[in-house]
Structures are given as structure tokens and as C-alpha cells.
């Protein structure tokens, strides 16, 4: 199975933009459809409990919001680069969380007990 790795994250201002990577290993990236989730800091929650921010399909034809971010946030994939984005704009205080990606062989799914593996996390912190 894959691997991933996220980066990307900072400290941005609201309404400032910032673009997360997840970079998987392996090459068969492409079979995969991929989800972003987020966990705020300081609470304590099992990993099924994180929020679903944004998902794509393996092919890269369907991709599904947050109704929080729709509007805002876009999901992308390069399967050249075995890379999947997620472009973040206009974002808010209550954006700040830790962003994870994950990957799936199954459908498309906003539930995060539907996806493995998962990566290590990135900080995103949206304050003035």
C-alpha cells in the first residue's frame, strides 16, 4: 500500500491562501482515491471522529466538500506525481486545525473510518 506525506502548512492570516501537499510512495497511486480531514488541537479524538474537508476520486473526476469549505477549498491530483493538493482560500480562524490525508481503495467516502493509510499530519494555524 501507499505511503503518505503531508506538507504545506503555516501560519496564515484569515483570508490568506496556503496549499497542502500529500505525497504518496509507491506507484499505484492512481488506484486510490484520496481524502483530506482535520483535528483541531487540544481535543482528543479517535481517528474516525476527524472532519471530513475534501475528497477525490481515483480517477480525478469526482470530487466532494465540506459544506464548511465548498467554495473555498479546492482538491486536486497529479497521479504523474503520485501528489494530491489541497488549495485553501479565503480561510478562516476556524480553519485551524491539523490537516491529514488519507487514501482509499474503496469508493469515495466523506467517513474517515473508510480510509487507510493515513499521513503524519500538518499544521495549518489561520490567526491575525
Known amino acids: 500500500q501507499v505511503q503518505l506525506v503531508e506538507s504545506g502548512g503555516g501560519l496564515v492570516r484569515p483570508g490568506g491562501s496556503l496549499s497542502l501537499s500529500c505525497a504518496a510512495s509507491?506507484?499505484?497511486?492512481?488506484?486510490?482515491?484520496i481524502g483530506w480531514f482535520r483535528q483541531t488541537p487540544g481535543k482528543e479524538r479517535a481517528r474516525e471522529d476527524r472532519e471530513f474537508v475534501a475528497a477525490i476520486s481515483y480517477s480525478g473526476d469526482s470530487t466532494y466538500y465540506a459544506n464548511t469549505v465548498k467554495g473555498r477549498f479546492t482538491i486536486s491530483r497529479d497521479d504523474a506525481k503520485s501528489t494530491a493538493y489541497l488549495h485553501m482560500n479565503n480561510l478562516k480562524p476556524e480553519d485551524t486545525a491539523v490537516y491529514y490525508c488519507a487514501a482509499t481503495r474503496g469508493s469515495t467516502s466523506r467517513f474517515a473510518a473508510d480510509y487507510g493509510p493515513w499521513g503524519q499530519g500538518t499544521q495549518v494555524t489561520v490567526s491575525s
Open positions: 509507491g506507484r499505484t497511486f492512481s488506484s486510490y482515491a
